[in-house]
């Protein structure tokens, strides 16, 4: 299978980084072919404006989406977002690798989806859901906290997380047609012992080993709604 990993920590030498070497290493040695966008290697611009773009539909105001749409028409999206698009073109399983801040995706691979996940080309004209672009491909977060589980379920503080990744998992994911995957989760990254990591790293490679055989997140389909996208009675 061809795995896409979207790589967002600073610090190469971070759980988070060790979790992406780990993974390719893995992958590879077990036939799958993968490819990494590590964002802060690649200085990758999340600032999402005109530079989107190579052409202008209308050069005096600037509207994201019908640009967007425009630039699905005459092949006028940046290099630096082309060139990321053809990765989603190409994986099977795409993998976000990050640590949670502020309760979602660092702003480097926010800013990744803003740009990179455009009107016309990535959803538009009745492609989304079920009925998405990526629909038969997989997707699936790879995340570390400071917090513990605990802190993180109905009753924890911070609220049950699947709560907090909802946006991520099905307002990006699945809004553009992938199978969401649970998230695999290292709960207090930095304050657990080595060999806590290590195992860790034992249960990602079963969770990335056993992707095919893993049931995807169930979310209603787009059958299950009315003309006013309400769940039918
Ligand atoms: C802006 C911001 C917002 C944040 N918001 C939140 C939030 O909303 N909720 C929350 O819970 N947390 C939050 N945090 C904390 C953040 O999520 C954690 O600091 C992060 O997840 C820890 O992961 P890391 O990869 O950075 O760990 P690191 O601190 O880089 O790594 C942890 C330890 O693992 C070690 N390590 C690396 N590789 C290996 C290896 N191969 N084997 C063994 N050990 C290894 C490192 O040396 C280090 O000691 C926030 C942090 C920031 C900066």
Same mark, same amino acid.
Request: net charge negative; hydrophobic share 40%; proline share 6%.
């Given at each position: 299978?061809?795995?896409?990993? +979207?790589?967002?920590?600073?610090?190469?030498?971070?759980?988070?980084?060790? *979790?992406?070497?780990?993974?390719?290493?893995?992958?590879?040695?077990?036939?799958?072919?993968? /490819?990494?966008?590590?964002?802060?290697?690649?200085?990758?611009?999340? +600032?999402?404006?005109?530079?989107?773009?190579?052409?202008?539909?209308?050069?005096?105001?600037?509207?994201?989406?019908?640009?967007?749409? &425009?630039?699905?028409? %005459?092949?006028?999206?940046?290099?630096?977002?082309?060139?990321?698009?053809?990765? *989603?073109?190409?994986?099977? !399983?795409?993998?976000?690798?990050?640590?949670?801040?502020?309760?979602?995706?660092?702003?480097?691979?926010?800013?990744?989806?803003?740009? !990179?996940?455009?009107?016309?080309?990535?959803?538009?004209?009745?492609?989304? &859901?079920?009925?998405? +672009?990526?629909?038969?491909?997989?997707?699936? $977060?790879?995340?570390?906290?400071?917090?513990?589980?605990?802190? &993180?379920?109905?009753?924890? /503080?911070?609220?049950?997380?699947?709560?907090?990744? &909802?946006?991520?998992?099905?307002?990006?994911?699945?809004?553009?047609?992938?199978? +969401?995957?649970?998230?695999? /989760? %290292?709960?207090?990254?930095?304050?657990?012992?080595?060999?806590?990591?290590?195992?860790?790293?034992?249960?990602?490679?079963?969770? $990335?080993?056993?992707?095919?055989?893993?049931?995807?997140?169930?979310?209603?389909?787009?059958?299950?709604?009315?003309?006013?996208?309400?769940?039918?009675?």
């Amino acid at each position: 299978m061809k795995f896409f990993i +979207v790589h967002a920590h600073p610090e190469p030498n971070s759980f988070n980084g060790t *979790l992406t070497r780990y993974a390719k290493e893995v992958l590879k040695t077990t036939g799958h072919e993968v /490819i990494i966008s590590d964002l802060y290697a690649m200085q990758f611009n999340p +600032v999402s404006d005109q530079r989107n773009f190579t052409s202008q539909k209308d050069p005096n105001y600037f509207k994201q989406q019908v640009e967007e749409m &425009y630039a699905t028409v %005459v092949d006028g999206f940046a290099p630096d977002i082309k060139a990321e698009m053809e990765k *989603l073109d190409w994986c099977d !399983v795409l993998i976000f690798q990050f640590p949670l801040w502020w309760f979602g995706l660092p702003g480097i691979l926010k800013g990744w989806v803003d740009r !990179v996940f455009a009107m016309g080309r990535i959803y538009g004209d009745g492609r989304f &859901y079920d009925n998405g +672009v990526f629909q038969g491909k997989k997707a699936m $977060l790879s995340l570390t906290t400071s917090g513990p589980l605990t802190m &993180y379920t109905e009753i924890g /503080i911070n609220g049950d997380i699947h709560t907090i990744l &909802y946006p991520i998992n099905h307002g990006i994911f699945r809004f553009v047609g992938f199978d +969401v995957l649970p998230p695999f /989760i %290292v709960w207090n990254a930095s304050r657990i012992g080595d060999e806590r990591r290590q195992a860790y790293l034992e249960e990602y490679k079963q969770r $990335l080993l056993m992707i095919n055989a893993t049931p995807p997140i169930v979310y209603p389909t787009l059958a299950d709604f009315d003309e006013d996208f309400q769940l039918k009675q």
